[in-house]
Nanobody
Framework: VQLVESGGGLVQPGGSLRLSCAASGDTYNTYYMAWFRQAPGKEREGVAAIDGDGSTVYADFVKGRFTISRDNAVNTLYLQMNTLKPEDTAMYYC???????????????WGQGTQVTVSS
């Protein structure tokens, strides 16, 4: 599986962004998918995860603000980010695996990342 993220950028506090992750390969709908982020000097942390049936899990720090979704018809994962805060600034990565790692960074496949910067 190859993963390519897009949609990052510079946004003001309180603003919104939608990240996309395009996946290549077949049987996409059988993969567990997730979003992670990593800020400079910090460890990579799980943001949200989704299984093939659409069940989701979120990190506490994004609950109510971010929404993870997937469109199996076009092999794409999304992360809708609302009410962004400066502390959300990080490189965001999508990840995939046949094992449901949820928010653990044990996924076998990773994208190259897309930068999100929240600043006025």
């Amino acid at each position: 599986v190859q993963l390519v993220e897009s949609g990052g950028g510079l946004v003001q506090p309180g603003g919104s962004l939608r990240l996309s992750c395009a996946a290549s390969g077949d049987t996409y709908n059988t993969y567990y998918m997730a979003w992670f982020r990593q800020a400079p000097g910090k460890e990579r942390e799980g943001v949200a995860a989704i299984d093939g049936d659409g069940s989701t899990v979120y990190a506490d720090f994004v609950k109510g603000r971010f929404t993870i979704s997937r469109d199996n018809a076009v092999n794409t994962l999304y992360l809708q980010m609302n009410t962004l805060k400066p502390e959300d600034t990080a490189m965001y990565y999508c990840a995939a695996d046949r094992i449901g790692w949820r928010l653990l960074a044990q996924y076998n496949y990773w994208g190259q990342g897309t930068q999100v910067t929240v600043s006025s």
